[in-house]
């Protein structure tokens, strides 16, 4: 009985050799399933060398002298291994496992399996072998055996060649099991992130308060699935209402878990603030509320980790319209005053003497003795407080350009619409400013229209 050939059974030509190779190669580089793929490069060696079994064993995850048979051309057995392991045969010894742990590729010319052998049921009927490591990390933690019934039944002609393509499928169904387990892994990821970003919006306001004299909207948008800005409302009793917005550096998951940090500790400050026990809220509450968080976040959150967070924090007044605010290194509320068409920054510095008590104060979690200054501004009817996120002034345009605060300015510039209508300019015009480009940073703001 004449030798069979590892590739091409008769001699053949180059270019029909050339040209199955290219169509082989061509089908296994559109396989998005390592089964299918090492399924469809069997039926292809099979086209060209008249094998009669195909058997693929592998010692991955495995103690020596363990081995697994992960395919059986004969038994059927050709279930995804990385899928259904635990219903593969699993050998304790034998033939297989010392091929296997040799790790050599070899030709066996009298192959005799003792019945004895826990290999026996497999491949005792076969008295020749070709034995291909499949190597991983210089290990051969695969291996394939093409068999024949009669002894010397392989030409080796082209078993050099068998080896390097037989490793190449391997390398290529290794990077798309990688590929299926990254998929997975992203995807488990994503819920995970989901949760988060569901929890993360459950910290924000459900809806705004009703302020008689302040009509209040917001826009929040996160990068990722979760994000580092916040903003909050607090009712602060006697007509106050705190309005906070605070930006952790950096994005995702890490800057979310700060931000319910930040929101758990402005939570118990203004609990403690007003409870009936508590001294009631000074003037210049905003400056201790941050010197409060910036205390507690450098301690135990932000500083250890080498983060930090901008903030502001107003007190607004329903009835005088007094804003009392503080600012750690936050972007300054921008203000259109519709009554003369000015437009002004709160900025630290107290209208009530005009002196600047330390513009644009360092962000919380930075230096534990940190004293945030306080200031005012008296609004009046008409007023257009924006309140922001770098995210909004730093999105970015063709050439790499920045949104800005001209823009912003711009953006609020029409006098004649409520705070809902001044959030939907702004966005639109960044939109356009951004051409629909997915932000690559939170992107926050809170309106409140003076009445």
């Known amino acids: ?153 392989f030409d080796p002609e082209h078993f050099p060649e068998q080896v390097w393509t037989t490793n190449l499928f391997g390398r290529a169904t290794s990077t798309l099991v990688l590929q299926r387990q990254l998929k997975a892994a992203y995807e488990k990821l994503d819920k995970e992130l989901q949760t988060v970003a569901r929890i993360q919006r459950s910290l924000l306001p459900d809806k705004l308060p009703g302020i008689p004299s302040l009509d209040l909207a917001a826009y929040y948008e996160t990068s990722a699935r979760a994000g580092g800005d916040y903003y909050d409302v607090f009712n602060l009793g006697d007509g106050r209402w705190g309005i906070f917005m605070a930006d952790v550096c950096g994005h995702g998951t890490p800057a979310a878990v700060l931000m319910a940090i930040t929101h758990s500790l402005a939570h ?108 005012t501004a008296q609004l009046e009817p008409g007023d257009q407080v924006v309140i922001y996120t770098d995210g909004i002034t730093e999105a970015r345009g063709q050439g790499n350009q920045l949104f800005g605060t001209e823009r912003l300015d711009k953006s609020i510039e029409n006098c004649g619409i409520d705070a809902g209508g001044l959030i939907s300019t702004i966005m639109a015009d960044v939109e356009t400013f951004t051409d629909n480009e997915p932000a690559d940073d939170d992107r926050t703001i809170l309106v409140g229209k003076v009445r």
Request: with cysteine.
């Open 1 to 153: 009985m004449p030798r069979v050939s590892l590739r091409y059974g008769a001699e053949a030509a180059w270019q029909d050799r050339l040209a199955f190779v290219v169509n082989m190669m061509r089908e296994s580089s559109q396989a998005t399933d390592p089964n299918a793929l090492i399924k469809a490069y069997s039926e292809k060696i099979r086209e060209v060398s008249a094998f009669e079994a195909f058997i693929a064993i592998s010692r991955r995850g495995l103690q020596e002298p363990q081995v697994m048979i992960t395919r059986n051309s004969n038994t059927g057995i050709d279930t995804d291994p990385w899928v259904n392991r635990d219903s593969l045969p699993l050998l304790e010894s034998g033939i297989l496992s010392e091929l296997i742990y040799a790790g050599e590729a070899r030709i066996i010319d009298d192959l005799c399996v003792p019945e004895s052998d826990p290999a026996y049921p497999y491949i005792g009927q076969y008295r020749s072998a070709i034995v291909t490591p499949v190597f991983d990390g210089g290990v051969a933690l695969n291996m394939n055996l093409v068999l024949s019934s009669q002894p010397d039944g």
């Open 268 to 375: 118990a400050f203004h609990f403690r603030a007003g409870h009936p026990d508590a001294a009631a809220i000074e003037h210049h509450c905003p400056a201790r509320f941050m010197t409060y968080l910036n205390a507690n976040l450098e301690a135990r959150y932000a500083g250890p980790n080498g983060t930090f967070v901008t903030a502001f924090f107003g007190i607004f007044n329903e009835r005088t319209r007094l804003l009392t605010y503080a600012n750690a290194g936050h972007p300054p509320p921008r203000v259109k005053r519709c009554s003369d068409g000015t437009t002004f920054v709160l900025d630290n510095i107290d209208e009530s003497n005009a002196s600047p008590s330390k513009p644009n104060d360092l962000p919380l979690g930075i230096m534990a003795e940190t004293h945030y200054n306080a200031a």
